[in-house]
């Protein structure tokens, strides 16, 4: 076991500048490539992966391709750049970060854009990918498809990628799924769900963009369910088999979810909408053939407010249990979770409450904490979540995409843009009874190569401890703050003021906090992201927040940083814990077993390579802290294209 001492605060923290059964018609023929085709194309991706590996493992900042900040656009990419948020127009969400100039943010070189590049998080081999769609688990293989664009770095042509695994952390590229290649989504084959019935079969619903911009709802299915592959897709030839209805904006109708049976045996499905701008729905359908569906004369729910529902999801979860249940599950001990992606805001918001199968409705346990005015999924940078059920496993499991924080020039600089968070297992948290956990897939732990442990850390007041790990770009960590006395605790609580439950940046120094790990650090703590615990005085009772800062993350000032974080549930007798993620530019932090979690995306230009650090830190001012910290470098997951077969 290592030592670590504290030492003094040497580096105060200052903030940087602004800155059922089923029968289906004869399929639709649609052309498929050859497998000579397929080789070539495989050969090639391979040794484009294989160049981009090698690049990737260079720990040099030699200048090379890459222009240099201020550099005008070449006029070979004058017709794939837009200066606003792409998808607005088209009648979706935003899909990047606003930019109004055309250079990069940065003097970036090839290798920092390389060493931006994850190493264990999915994401395709190039382009531009969002919204994660339809998993599902067949034959032995995890399946995962995305929305992708196969052209271009930024959102645009939205396709269907799709990639496999045997564990859901080492992938393997596959030909496209779905293209837009018919009327009723040749501006897009949007996002979709998949719905694996009691024989079997596997129906996806997805959105289609028609050639008038009319966002529909599309059936496809495999052409061979014996393939566990699933390489070949039909799409259904009555498609769209629904349209708006009368009341629904045309472009404001999208992201069908994952269907699930009633008492009847009929099937439902929701499509998420708005009604009268304000108010976010989510629209009820029937069916008994997935072919012909029928509006219900009342939505499963609404919000005022909240405003246009994305992709929607609803699924049953156990109050005994940590096993998951198919999405047709219903009883005494199940909860429903009812989640929507807000668009006017780009955050996904969720809700806990009952589900009544006989009307077809469902109502929050708090109405006071409904859907997109309660609990966030994330508190960070995080969108277009979906879960499905793994009956490999038995267990929930949820995606998000989560896109860059940098703009779109730099994006087609490097080449891709946006990654999938690691999968997480979602269970109920019977000890709050107010929330869902969320914990990263045990699989990832496969990735876990050497470990170093600090325990019983000293960490006082104004403090900050350099932990000596070697390479500190791929990490996860776990770690456990033990507070002073009780009495100690109060004593200190009776000076502290009673202050408002928001997250601040981590040199906003209190009496009890903030304290916790700065990772992504260089020698000099010029740059940093700090993850925190900060407890505050609110009402006369003591609350915990668990908060991230992006504020110093980055020298490069144009790239978005934000300060992200929320009031986390500590019961008496807990320690406070952290898990958190690094993976070059993206951290996944864990609070209190899972009960909330913030997703940041940071850019750092000097805490890279052997120059990122890690950093125990305790910013209270009456307040000491006692640190337990695992830590193992991670391997890579070597994300790659299938192998010839």
């Not at 990419?77 to 100039?101: H, I, W």
């Not at 869902?436 to 732990?445: A, N």
């Not at 703590?525 to 800062?549: M, Y």
């Amino acid at each position: 076991m290592d030592d670590a001492t504290s030492k003094s605060f040497d580096h105060p923290y200052t903030v940087l500048g602004e800155d059922p059964s089923l029968v289906i018609p004869p399929a639709e023929s649609r052309q498929r490539p050859t497998k000579v085709y397929f080789w070539i194309l495989t050969s090639t991706v391979f040794l484009l992966s294989l160049a981009g590996l090698i690049v990737r493992e260079n720990p040099n900042r030699a200048e090379n391709s890459i222009p240099a900040a201020g550099t005008a656009i070449p006029e070979s990419s004058q017709d794939n750049v837009r200066f606003l948020p792409v998808g607005e127009a088209e009648g979706v969400s935003a899909k990047s970060y606003p930019s109004t100039r055309g250079r990069l943010s940065f003097n970036w070189t090839a290798a920092d854009f390389a060493w931006q590049r994850t190493s264990y998080h999915f994401q395709p081999e190039k382009n531009w990918m969002n919204d994660p769609d339809g998993p599902l688990f067949h034959l032995g293989w995890y399946h995962l498809f995305y929305q992708y664009n196969p052209d271009s770095a930024i959102w645009g042509n939205i396709t269907w990628g799709h990639a496999v695994s045997r564990d859901m952390i080492h992938w393997l590229y596959l030909p496209l799924a779905m293209v837009p290649d018919h009327w009723y989504d040749i501006d897009g084959v949007w996002t979709g769900s998949a719905t694996i019935l009691p024989n079997g079969t596997i129906i996806v619903l997805y959105t289609g963009d028609t050639n008038e911009a009319v966002q529909v709802q599309n059936l496809a299915y495999p052409s061979n369910l014996s393939d566990p592959l699933l390489l070949d897709w039909v799409k259904y030839s009555d498609n769209p088999v629904i349209t708006p209805p009368t009341g629904i904006e045309t472009d404001e109708f999208r992201d069908p979810t994952t269907a699930w049976t009633g008492p009847n045996g009929t099937w439902y499905v929701l499509v998420g909408s708005r009604l009268n701008t304000t108010i976010g729905v989510a629209l009820v359908y029937e069916t008994l053939d997935f072919k012909n569906y029928t509006l219900l004369d009342h939505p499963l729910h609404t919000v005022d407010g909240t405003g246009m529902w994305e992709c929607i999801d609803f699924y049953p979860i156990s109050t005994n249990s940590s096993v998951g249940l198919d999405n047709s599950a219903t009883g005494p001990e199940v909860k429903h979770v009812l989640k929507a992606s807000l668009d006017n805001l780009k955050l996904d918001y969720y809700a806990i409450g009952t589900y009544d199968e006989g009307n077809v409705t469902w109502t929050p346990d708090d109405p006071e904490m409904d859907v997109g005015i309660g609990l966030q999924v994330d508190y960070g940078r995080y969108y277009a979540s979906k879960t499905f059920y793994d009956q490999n496993k038995g267990r929930r499991i949820l995606w998000g995409w989560v896109n860059e924080t940098d703009a779109d020039y730099d994006d087609l600089a490097k080449g891709w843009a946006s990654v999938q968070t690691i999968p997480r297992v979602v269970t109920y948290d019977s000890l709050t009874g107010t929330n869902i956990l969320q914990w990263p897939v045990e699989e990832i732990e496969s990735l876990r190569l050497n470990s170093t442990e600090f325990e019983d850390v000293f960490v006082e007041a104004g403090s900050l401890v350099p932990l000596d790990i070697g390479n500190a770009t791929q990490l996860d960590i776990s770690v456990e703050f033990e507070i002073e006395s009780t009495q100690a605790l109060e004593e200190s609580m009776l000076g502290e003021t009673e202050s408002q439950l928001e997250c601040s940046v981590a040199d906003n120094r209190t009496t009890l906090g903030p304290f916790g790990l700065a990772v992504l650090a260089d020698e000099s703590l010029s740059e940093l992201t700090p993850i925190f615990f900060r407890l505050a005085k609110s009402n006369g009772s003591l609350k915990t927040l668990f908060c991230v800062d992006e504020t110093r993350s980055s020298k490069a000032t144009e790239v978005f940083k934000e300060i992200y974080g929320t009031v986390v549930p500590v019961l008496d007798g807990e320690k406070f814990t952290m898990r958190i993620l690094v993976d070059h530019s993206i951290v996944e932090s864990f609070a209190q077993a899972g009960r909330r979690v913030i997703t940041s995306r940071v850019y750092p230009t000097e805490a890279i390579f052997d120059k990122a650090k890690l950093f125990l830190f305790n910013n209270a001012t009456d307040l000491n802290v006692t640190a337990a910290i695992k830590i193992w470098q991670m391997n890579s997951a070597d994300i790659h294209p299938f192998p010839l077969y």
